[in-house]
């Protein structure tokens, strides 16, 4: 018999829970210091994953988790273009 491999599990920077990997939105950081959604979870970069709602992602913002875990400072421009990216998301 073949036994099933761990789950991949990850945290939420907004509301800090404990969830699936693939449940969740991989926010990137290259190694140009740009900062986008990564769909596929295998770009290059460090990244820190995102619960697929605003609340989370105004949350991250609020508290600061996306900076803390990208370990930089975020600009008010990505936050709303990172908005804008994850509303198209939940419209699909």
């Known amino acids: ?5 761990k ?17 969740m939105m991989r926010v990137l950081k290259t190694g140009e210091g740009e900062i986008l959604l990564d769909t596929t979870g295998r770009k290059n970069g460090r990244g820190a994953y995102l619960c697929y709602s605003l609340e989370c992602l105004e949350k991250a913002r609020k ?25 198209e998301i939940e419209q699909k």
């Open 1 to 5: 018999m073949k036994t099933r491999g």
């Open 7 to 23: 789950v991949p599990m990850r945290q939420c920077t907004g509301c800090r829970e404990m969830k699936n990997k693939k449940e």
């Open 63 to 87: 508290n600061k988790g996306l900076e803390r875990s990208l370990k930089t400072e975020i600009p008010q421009e990505v936050y709303e273009r990172l908005e804008k990216e994850f509303e």
